[in-house]
């Protein structure tokens, strides 16, 4: 990914949240802390369903069409091919569901790779005859060469993150979007670690599918994301068979008039119950925020944050991946022997301080709300605990 040189950083937007001045919230990656304006938006959906006599039909496309257009912003893609989803694993459900493999041919994940990403595709792996191949953690912390380097013209499907979800290390997605088209491979990303945060460019990368839960970099609610298909895979069976996804389906009194027609797009992949009056106002002011604030200056903002934290945490002996080889907003903390103190989430917590604990890594994943106050209670907690382990 290249860095934008006019990228400019986000002076602290604290006043927004809902955060104590003694809490320390370095855990975005885990989830996102909701904007007062986003909880606005869903009470005012709340108190609407409180008078259901002033929703009316036109009141349910909208917003969702809406929330469309923002998302494709986003990606840097079109807003027909955005479907409304309510997790990750409904859209890779439906990226696989579409996805012909034949036997004998090769899916790849990455070892230690959210399970949503991985269990879809060992199902289509048992299922259709083919292999499920894990790409090792590289010593050399470089996944994108270590991805290359198992494509090959029996691959068919490429899932991956843009990021680690364990301690943040990069892919190059444009150079796996590339070596995928030359074996004719599907490329199917979940970008849930990384979209809000981490610039993306769907043009650039060209996937066939993007999955995006809005809980966590997209600053959203829980139970809604969204799904992206390429031009090519719009015409595909959709999970479900709801009303709403069918043509003609803004007629409430011709649904009796049954359709085999879909609504134009990726519609037809949508969610039941889309429509969400509360979650939908939501996601839509939490992605107006985001591109707002923009999100090569969000990146700009959290990387210069994560730099000092990183370089301070080298100091107390803890191991970051190396810049260049990591999503620079998100930060995965090694710490020495690759002894990682069990309860050192917990300790933290008990200090103010909020970070989470996957595999062998202690995420620190900070975002424009933080301030220095919170990475000084860091490190002064850090020091403190460390010195029982030494």
């Excluded at 008078?51 to 969702?64: G, L, V």
């Excluded at 230690?112 to 292999?131: I, L, M, R, T």
């Excluded at 993306?200 to 966590?216: E, M, N, R």
């Excluded at 991946?321 to 990682?340: E, T």
Aim: some cysteine; proline content about 5%.
């Amino acid at each position: 990914m290249k860095k934008n040189l006019n990228a400019i950083p986000i002076p602290c937007q604290r006043h927004l949240f809902d955060i104590p001045d003694e809490v320390a919230y370095l855990n975005c990656a885990f989830m996102g802390p909701l904007m007062k304006t986003v909880i606005q938006a869903g009470e005012e959906g709340m108190h609407a369903k409180k008078r259901p006599w002033t929703i009316t039909s036109k009141d349910f496309f909208p917003d969702t069409e809406y929330a469309r257009n923002l998302f494709s912003r986003l990606i840097d893609g079109d807003s027909e091919g955005v479907a409304i989803i309510p997790s990750a694993s409904y859209g890779l459900s439906t990226a696989a569901q579409n996805i012909e493999v034949a036997q004998g041919k090769k899916i790849i994940v990455l070892a230690d790779q959210f399970p949503s990403n991985v269990y879809v595709w060992k199902e289509k792996a048992k299922a259709s005859g083919a292999q499920l191949a894990f790409v090792e953690r590289p010593a050399d912390d470089d996944w994108t060469r270590a991805i290359l380097e198992h494509v090959d013209e029996r691959t068919k499907v490429v899932a991956l993150p843009n990021c680690h979800w364990t301690d943040g290390g990069l892919i190059d997605l444009e150079q796996v979007g590339e070596r995928c088209r030359q074996v004719g491979a599907c490329l199917v990303l979940d970008l849930t670690q990384s979209l809000g945060a981490l610039p993306f460019s769907a043009k650039a990368v060209q996937p066939d599918y993007i999955v995006c839960a809005g809980y966590k970099f997209l600053l959203g609610p829980y139970s809604l994301g969204f799904l992206w298909a390429a031009p090519g895979n719009r015409e595909g069976i959709p999970l479900e068979y709801n009303w709403i996804s069918r043509s003609s389906s803004e007629d409430f009194a011709g649904l009796v008039d049954y359709k085999d027609t879909y609504r134009a797009g990726a519609r037809r992949f949508d969610v039941g119950e889309n429509s969400n009056f509360i979650l939908v106002p939501m996601i839509n002011k939490a992605l107006e925020q985001l591109l707002e604030w923009g999100v090569d200056n969000i990146y700009a903002t959290i990387a210069n944050k994560n730099s000092d934290i990183a370089e301070q945490a080298s100091q107390l002996g803890l191991n970051p991946i190396s810049g260049h080889l990591r999503a620079l907003h998100f930060l995965g903390l090694r710490f020495p022997q690759g002894i990682l103190p069990g309860s050192i989430a917990a300790d933290l917590a008990e200090r103010g301080v909020f970070v989470s604990v996957r595999g062998t890594s202690m995420r620190v994943t900070p975002h424009v709300y933080n301030t220095d106050d919170d990475f000084q209670r860091l490190f002064n907690a850090l020091e403190i605990i460390l010195s029982r382990h030494v």
